[in-house]
């Protein structure tokens, strides 16, 4: 139960048990690659004995396995409560094949089972094992990338957890319509033009599960906008908000902080759409155009860096 009540923890448990079958039977359909994707499935060893982490590794063609490859490593949407590893494979698939890089597409513990910090731990050992990798990949040669909750977790991990591993060369960040400020009340965070916003009861959910206890939610690797910007200085940062989404101002506000801070930091706002608009789970909502623009936005991006 971790940071949790106990009676917290067991209506948390409930609630999102009901929500996590009902996405699985949602998501289902959504989960299976391309016919000419080129993956294989790994488990990656954690801090703690037996227990592994699940992950897809996504080659480019003509990938040489004696010669290491650049890698992106990958965090998916959850809320940090969904069970949603492989749901990015459209933008894997796409950045590996024409980045012309291996992409690591790593899954995380969930809460409220596992809160904050457990996910983030697995996003620590996740790098640990790709700074052991030297055979396979280029450590001089990495990048993260994330969508929502990944993508809170990739702006953390370069931020906080970058320092552990000196021999990591981190380029660049991508991250699609991240929160990054756990502090600002659920029914303060709006947007002028909001298309198919995420319900206050739902963001609520989120920060009760994720991150229960208020020093959590103000910790910067929770948090990336606490940060001091001087510590994503040297990295390439990518922001990638939709116009629609409720986490669009804060995501803004995180690109003033790191531009004024000196760094080096892009702002490219996904118009006329939702939180997840490059996913098809729901119709009326997925914008293929913006989607298609801001993946080969990243394509060019890596192309350039890596």
Partial sequence: MGSHGFFQYWRLKFIVTFIRFLSSRASRKHLTPSPSCH???IRIPSRDLHRFIDAWIYYPPRHDPNAPAPVVVNWHGSGFII?????DHAFCERIAREGRVVVLDADYRKAPEYPFPLPMEDAEDVLRWVADQSRQFD??????????????MCLGAVSQIRPRFPSLNIR?????????????????????????????RGL????????????????????PLRADASTFLS????????????????TVALEKKLREGGCDVELDVA???A???????KPEFFNKKERDRLYGRVVESLRGIM
């Fill in 172 to 200: 660049a960040v991508y991250a699609f319509y991240p929160g990054t400020d756990w502090t600002i009340p659920a029914e303060d965070k709006k947007v002028d033009r909001p298309i198919a916003p995420l319900p206050v």
């Fill in 275 to 281: 939180h997840g608009f490059d996913k098809p789970l």
């Fill in 39 to 41: 993956r294989r499935a």
């Fill in 271 to 273: 118009e006329d759409a």
């Fill in 139 to 152: 450590v001089n040669r990495v990048a993260l990338s994330g969508f929502s909750a990944g993508a809170t």
């Fill in 204 to 223: 609520q959910l989120f920060s009760d599960a994720y991150v229960p206890r208020q020093e959590d939610r103000e910790d910067p690797l929770a948090s």
């Fill in 83 to 87: 069970d949603n590893l492989g749901m």
């Fill in 235 to 250: 990295t390439k940062i990518v922001l990638f908000p939709a116009s629609g989404d409720v986490f669009y101002h804060e």
